[in-house]
């Protein structure tokens, strides 16, 4: 195995990791690392993006809701893949059958039509590291200095508003209830 593979593949294992063995009290109240290095180097507030990735491919496993790496949205059907090489490989078929616009992948569901000058490669969006990147950094860009951040999450889902851009802030608010600093999450980062 490659070494770069190799880091790669260790970094998602930790990820992973502790997702899965943080104690159950615990699970929910803070972001793990890997969301505040990513909301930190964008300039978001962790929990704000941890409430996004609980959102959009949030999953209970053994009792607790977690974000899922893995998961695809195509044509507005989830799937979660128990590995990274399945949610690619899987990534790679439907894009040979739908829209690109149709899909949405990783713990920030990036789409992959609208936010093609992110990234390279398709699977690159399946590396939980690079997606939270580039979902802090959408996320930036949606805010507008003075608003609370739900205006950006609204915007996150849906850009033109409206009702379905409403009901996103409204279970992604019940998200950041249940993290540690959900609250102080609405104002500045």
């Known amino acids: 195995m490659a070494p770069a593979v190799a880091r790669r593949l260790a970094g ?16 929910y109240d803070v972001p793990p690392p890997a969301y505040q290095l990513a909301a ?9 993006l941890f409430a ?65 000058r992110r990234y390279a490669q398709p699977c690159e969006l399946l590396d939980p590291y690079r997606n939270l990147a580039i979902a802090a ?11 609370d951040w739900l205006v950006a999450i609204g915007k996150y889902h849906r850009p033109a508003g409206g009702d379905k851009a409403a009901r996103y802030r409204r279970s992604v608010r019940q998200h ?6 959900g609250n102080a999450a609405l104002g500045r980062p």
Do not use: K
């Open 12 to 27: 998602v294992i930790g990820l992973f990791a502790l997702a899965c063995h943080v104690p159950p009290a615990a699970a």
């Open 40 to 48: 930190y180097e964008a300039g978001v507030p962790s929990s704000v």
């Open 52 to 116: 996004i990735a609980l959102e959009e491919s949030g999953i209970r496993l053994r009792g607790r809701f977690i974000p899922w790496p893995w998961t695809l949205n195509i044509a507005g059907a989830p799937y979660r893949y128990a590995t990274l090489s399945a949610a690619c490989t899987a990534l790679q078929h439907a894009l040979a059958s739908v829209p690109a616009t149709r899909i949405d992948a990783g713990l920030g569901q990036v789409n992959l039509g609208y936010q093609m």
């Open 137 to 147: 950094a959408i996320l930036r860009e949606l805010h507008t200095p003075g608003d």
């Open 176 to 181: 950041l209830v249940g993290v540690l600093d």
